[in-house]
Nanobody, 115 residues
Framework: QVQLVESGGGLVQTGGSLRLSCAASGSIFSINTMGWYRQAPGKERELVAG???????NYADSVKGRFTISRDNAKDTVYLQMNSLKPEDTAVYYC?????????WGQGTQVTVSS
């Protein structure tokens, strides 16, 4: 089992920045891809950004150039630096990890961007 705990969400004005963190614990060896998803009210959960253990990244088109995902393998932590935030970024953000054939989710952290 893998446990994921997110932190760093909150309320910010348009154009502001937030940094989300996700700490993994438990059976963390062989965790490959980690990432961030988000779900806005009335919408499906969508991928925001992902990063492999080797550091390869991918981003949703809507956040390219504004968000940066990074990973500290020594701390088993993944980060999401969010800059130039927009009201449409408002959502619950979930951390995600893949280990072998299993997928794990954090409890989510709310990000609200006011206009």
């Amino acid at each position: 089992q893998v446990q994921l705990v997110e932190s760093g969400g909150g309320l910010v004005q348009t154009g502001g920045s937030l940094r989300l963190s996700c700490a993994a614990s438990g059976s963390i060896f062989s965790i490959n891809t980690m990432g961030w998803y988000r779900q806005a009210p009335g919408k499906e959960r969508e991928l925001v950004a992902g990063i492999t253990r080797g550091g390869s990244t991918n981003y949703a088109d809507s956040v390219k150039g504004r968000f940066t995902i990074s990973r500290d393998n020594a701390k088993d932590t993944v980060y999401l630096q969010m800059n130039s935030l927009k009201p449409e970024d408002t959502a619950v953000y979930y951390c995600n990890a893949h280990r072998f054939a299993n997928t794990y989710w954090g409890q989510g952290t709310q990000v609200t961007v006011s206009s």
